[in-house]
Nanobody, 126 residues
């Protein structure tokens, strides 16, 4: 089993930055594809970014050029660097692990992930 714990959310003004962290338990972190999703009240969980076992990345169109996903396998941690934040980015952000991920690809569908963190709130004021 894998436990995921997000941190780093908070309140920031438009144009500001935050870095989210997701710490994972277990000794097999390097075998997981990792993703970040967001969810606002009453809405579906929405893909933001993913990173594969090989380090290949994929981003939702609305965050390209602003967000960067990275991983540190030695620390069992995945990060989401969020720059040029906009009010539309406001949501609860979740990290997720895909235990069945292949080397070069990581899914963009929430239903393909096996483990989820509890979420961290990101609020961007105008």
């Amino acid at each position: 089993q894998v436990q995921l714990v997000e941190s780093g959310g908070g309140l920031v003004q438009a144009g500001g930055s935050l870095r989210l962290s997701c710490a994972a338990s277990g000794r097999t972190f390097n075998t997981y594809g990792m993703g970040w999703f967001r969810q606002a009240p009453g809405k579906e969980r929405e893909f933001r970014a993913a990173i594969s076992r090989s380090g290949s990345t994929n981003y939702a169109d609305s965050v390209k050029g602003r967000f960067t996903i990275s991983r540190d396998n030695a620390k069992n941690t995945v990060y989401l660097q969020m720059n040029s934040l906009e009010p539309e980015d406001t949501a609860v952000y979740y990290c997720a692990a895909d235990a069945g991920s292949r080397w070069y690809t990581t899914p963009t569908e929430a239903g393909q992930y096996d483990y989820w963190g509890q979420g961290t709130q990101v609020t961007v004021s105008s």
